[in-house]
């Protein structure tokens, strides 16, 4: 039930992207993962997935090395879905998201009544049911970010990674596509998302981890990991906190902190919350 990494190392181009991450993540839980540009997110995530070798360390699915898993395995397990996903060819977007479908078909099978129950489920469930027909390459980029959504959805796969799922999407498909990620959570998948959108992260995730140049900067519940003085280090901002008619607490990134990204105007200790427990 756990896809982890220890002391895991990254090097691209010669250069260290991420450095010394350990990091046990829990099915049953939506994690955000945030930090300033260029900070290691998507490389993190695509370590996750087994996409790029480590130096050092290495990943985990329940206690078993990630790389030593067959291809087909990993894709039946792990469901990927990453930002800038082009969609190649002009078929149609109940094609696209049965592509979610080819770990669990044999080579040339056609697709099963399962099969196409778990498509048609996923397009529900990522409001595109009514562009089924549609060319996907004439999507918008929001209609199209959502179609990969349902690719990834329609895997049914344990765990999910999303890299920045709701950058192109409309306010209402946000706080969708936010709600859906946590629906998922609850019913057992492991939910990794990368997000800058730091109000959405905090309202709607049950952890957060915040990287900073490569390294693991907090790991804990939103309102203990994005910490003022976490917000001021990572990003160089401060934020206004509430609490909505519903009774949820709410953090908005206000202004630049003055201190700016990497400031170093936070003690490291006081900032990192390590174990957030799941809440299943
Ligand atoms: N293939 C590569 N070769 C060399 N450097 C790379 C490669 N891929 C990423 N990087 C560098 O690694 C660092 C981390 O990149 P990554 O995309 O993981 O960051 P990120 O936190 O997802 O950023 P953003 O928020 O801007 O999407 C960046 O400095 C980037 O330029």
Same mark, same amino acid.
Request: charged fraction near 20%; glycine fraction near 12%.
């Given at each position: 039930?756990t896809?982890a ?5 990254i090097?691209?181009d010669?250069r260290?992207i991420?450095d010394?991450i350990?990091?046990s ?5 939506l994690t955000?993962?945030v930090g ?8 993190l995530?695509?370590?996750l997935?087994?996409?790029?070798a ?7 699915l329940?206690?078993?090395?990630l790389?030593a898993?067959? %291809?087909?395995e990993r /894709? #039946?397990?792990? *469901? !990927?879905?990453f ?5 190649g060819? +002009?078929?149609?977007v ?11 078909r044999?080579a040339?099978?056609d697709p ?9 489920r996923?397009?529900a469930?990522?409001d595109?049911?009514?562009l ?8 918008s980029?929001g209609?199209?970010m %959502?179609?990969?959504? /349902? #690719?990834?959805? *329609? !895997? ?8 920045? +799922? ?6 209402a ?8 990620l946590?629906a998922?959570?609850?019913?057992g998948?492991?939910?990794v ?14 952890r957060?981890?915040?990287l900073s140049?490569?390294r693991?900067l907090?790991?804990?519940?939103p309102?203990? /990991? ?6 001021a ?6 934020a206004?906190?509430g ?5 949820t607490?709410?953090?908005?990134p206000?202004?630049r902190?003055g ?17 957030a427990?799941?809440?299943?």
């Amino acid at each position: 039930m756990t896809l982890a990494t220890r002391d895991l190392g990254i090097r691209l181009d010669g250069r260290t992207i991420l450095d010394g991450i350990d990091l046990s993540l829990t099915r049953g839980m939506l994690t955000g993962l945030v930090g300033p540009n260029g900070a290691g997110k998507t490389t993190l995530l695509r370590a996750l997935a087994s996409l790029v070798a480590p130096v050092q360390g290495g990943v985990t699915l329940d206690g078993r090395a990630l790389s030593a898993l067959p %291809r087909d395995e990993r /894709a #039946r397990r792990i *469901a !990927v879905l990453f930002q800038g996903g082009e969609i190649g060819w +002009p078929i149609s977007v109940r094609e696209v998201v049965a592509l979610g479908r080819l770990p669990h078909r044999r080579a040339f099978a056609d697709p099963s009544a399962a099969d196409g129950a778990a498509i048609t489920r996923a397009m529900a469930r990522a409001d595109i049911a009514h562009l089924a027909e549609r060319i996907a390459t004439s999507l918008s980029s929001g209609e199209r970010m %959502r179609a990969l959504l /349902a #690719r990834a959805l *329609a !895997v049914e796969a344990e765990w999910l990674l999303a890299d920045e +799922p709701v950058t192109a999407l409309d306010p209402a498909h946000q706080l969708d596509a936010m709600t859906l990620l946590r629906a998922a959570s609850r019913e057992g998948t492991g939910v990794v998302a990368v997000l800058h959108d730091l109000a959405l992260a905090a309202r709607f995730c049950d952890r957060i981890v915040v990287l900073s140049g490569g390294r693991l900067l907090a790991d804990g519940p939103p309102d203990a /990991a994005l910490s003022d003085g976490l917000l001021a280090h990572a990003f160089g901002v401060t934020a206004e906190r509430g609490r909505a008619a519903d009774g949820t607490g709410y953090l908005l990134p206000w202004a630049r902190s003055g201190s700016g990204p990497e400031g170093g105007d936070c003690d490291r200790a006081g900032i990192c919350v390590p174990g957030a427990s799941p809440t299943e």
